[in-house]
């Protein structure tokens, strides 16, 4: 691995770029080559997990990557996973054992909703959910046997933000691990290990990848944690593919140009949507009206691409908007080049009755946005043209 061109003395734009590269270069290849091999020639290897063998996640792809990850947040140690949610229950039940129990922040991304409200049972794992925003509330929580605080850096799709730097010193003060989904921020805006996280994870299915043709996950964080989940991961088999490697390496290269676009643009439509009459509500981070603003303009370097909006109409009005927006897809999903629209409430939060939904802010006209790096002239113009 190189030393120097990618190392912590050098910006993030140029980590993304060179971070954990294996030098000399293989063949000369400017370009990472796809080892495209399973297994590898013995080399004397006495612990299973050093192996070479490509579901232990150590054939050269993979060791580019997990040095590349851990070198964007400035962290000890990375673990690449074959979906976001393989790198979030990977995690989860690689620290975790039966009788435990963890701090959950509410309103979590749907899938991580899931596994813990309706599997940890299942492993004897206990939970409750805590307000990020209200610190105050926290320790009335704690048991002897909470060991996991686990957060999210902005919430789906309303981009909530709470107090993040106290989750962590919470976390410190209680002996507990701290993990945080940093997937809606990426690396570029916000690096959990600087504020005091144990463990980083992202669905780099979205930003980190950011072209919407692979799904992928990382845990990025403390090598001792990341060490123990490895051995477990190693052996339920969530590896990510040397070729989805190879184009997740390729696809970080521009993260920081694409995520910076995004920030801009978002922002800038956001102001604009805001002051519009047919728009009732715009959730934005960025926004000083935002209520974690604050915690945000403390922490992250920028507000990212995401944000959700409220019209003043009716479902018929969000139908007719949707259908005359040129530039959006109406697709799941986030984080890359194009812009996405979704809306929650018949999408990502079918399966909740309207009443629970309503109680979360999920409105039935509320949008969720995912920024491109399309124009911002073309988008915003297209945007007010729906609007009309
Ligand atoms: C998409 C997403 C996930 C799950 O990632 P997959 O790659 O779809 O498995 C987890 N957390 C957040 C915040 C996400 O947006």
């Keep these: 691995m190189s030393e120097g061109v ?5 910006s993030i734009d140029t980590r993304l770029v060179h971070a954990g590269e294996i ?3 293989i063949e000369g290849a400017v370009s990472m080559p796809i080892f495209q091999s399973a297994n590898f020639e013995s080399a004397g290897e006495t612990d299973y997990n050093d192996v070479r063998y490509a579901r232990l996640n150590n054939t050269p792809n993979h060791l580019v990557l997990h040095a590349r990850l851990a070198a964007l947040e400035g962290a000890e140690a990375a ?10 229950s ?91 989904d940093n997937t809606f921020a990426s690396p570029v805006n916000f690096r959990p290990p600087e504020h005091g996280y144990d463990i980083s994870l992202h669905s780099c299915t979205k930003y980190l990848n950011g072209h919407s043709d692979i799904v992928a996950g990382a845990i990025i964080g403390r090598a001792d944690l990341v060490d123990t989940i490895r051995k477990r991961f190693n052996l339920t088999g969530g590896t990510l593919d040397p070729h989805a490697c190879f184009l997740l390496l390729r696809g970080m290269k521009t993260l920081a140009l694409r995520v910076r676009r995004q920030n801009t643009t978002a922002l800038a439509l956001a102001r604009t949507l805001s002051e519009h009459p047919a728009v009732s509500r715009v959730h934005y981070p960025g926004l000083e009206s935002h209520p974690g603003h604050e915690w945000a303009t403390a922490m992250f370097d920028g507000f990212g691409g995401m944000l959700s909006i409220e019209l003043t109409g009716g479902a018929r009005e ?10 959006p897809i109406v697709a799941p999903s986030l984080g890359g080049v194009e812009t996405l629209i979704t809306l929650p409430a018949t999408t990502s939060h079918l399966g909740l009755s309207r009443e629970e939904r309503l109680a979360m802010g999920v409105t039935d006209t509320l949008i969720r946005i995912s920024i491109g790096i399309e124009g911002e002239d073309d988008l915003i113009a297209d945007f007010l043209q729906a609007l009309e």
């Excluded at 990618?6 to 050098?10: K, L, P, R, S, V």
């Excluded at 673990?79 to 979030?88: D, E, K, Q």
């Excluded at 409200?117 to 704690?142: C, H, N, Q």
């Design 6 to 10: 990618g190392d912590m003395d050098n």
């Design 90 to 180: 990977g995690a989860l039940f690689g620290l975790l054992e039966s009788g435990d129990h963890v701090l959950v922040s509410d309103g979590l991304y749907g899938g991580t909703h899931e596994l813990v409200t309706r599997d940890f049972e299942r492993y004897g794992i206990k939970y409750d959910m805590i307000d990020v925003a209200d610190p105050g509330s926290w320790s009335g929580k704690l048991r002897p046997e909470t060991r996991v605080v686990y957060v999210e850096t902005m919430t789906n799709p309303l981009v909530k933000v709470g107090d993040l730097a106290a989750v962590a010193s919470f976390a410190g003060e209680n002996g507990l691990i701290s993990m945080i």
């Design 318 to 327: 969000v139908d007719r908007f949707m259908e005359r927006l040129r530039i």
């Design 79 to 88: 673990l690449v996973a074959a979906s976001g949610m393989a790198a979030i």
């Design 23 to 25: 030098i000399p270069r």
